[in-house]
């Protein structure tokens, strides 16, 4: 079985005191973070900063030291081959991601081609959003790990 490895992250920014979640609409429909695939030689972390870069133009983002997320999970992935079209196949792909948790003052977002479109959402409103379970997990996660420190 083929696997996938890939990073991102929660991406927040406060505005007033208030803490405001980024999330991203792919264009297959779900809501969640930014990732993508680590290439080769590449940290984790790198691939975070870059993968933010190219699918929301937010270039200024600092790791929060401490938070680390992994989920792991099967989906299945185009045709990626003539026989498996033919068959009406498609394979299944085992996928990791990990997941920083990332501050920007940015707001201004200017999304990939792979989305079509964007919220900054406060953190309730961000859960509900959340198209997959593990999603909202890793951000309640994140938003526990911001209230309980007051230095960011």
Partial sequence: MPKETSAGAIIFRKEDSVIYYL???????????????????????????????????????KIIEGFKERIKYFFRENYNSKENKEKGR?????????????????????????????????????????TFKNAKEILKKANDRLISKKDL
Avoid: C, M
Avoid at 44 to 53: G, L, P, W
Avoid at 114 to 130: D, M, P, S, V
């Fill in 23 to 61: 999330l991203l609409h792919y264009k297959s429909g779900h809501w969640d973070f930014p990732k993508g695939h680590i290439e080769e030689g590449e940290k984790e972390e790198d691939t975070v900063k870059r993968e933010v870069a190219e699918e929301t133009g937010i270039k200024n983002i």
């Fill in 90 to 130: 498609k394979e299944w792909i085992f996928k990791t991601v990990t997941f920083y948790l990332a501050q920007t003052q940015t707001k201004e977002v200017k999304i990939s081609f792979e989305h079509k479109g964007f919220k900054w959402l406060r953190y309730e409103e961000a859960l509900k959003q959340l």
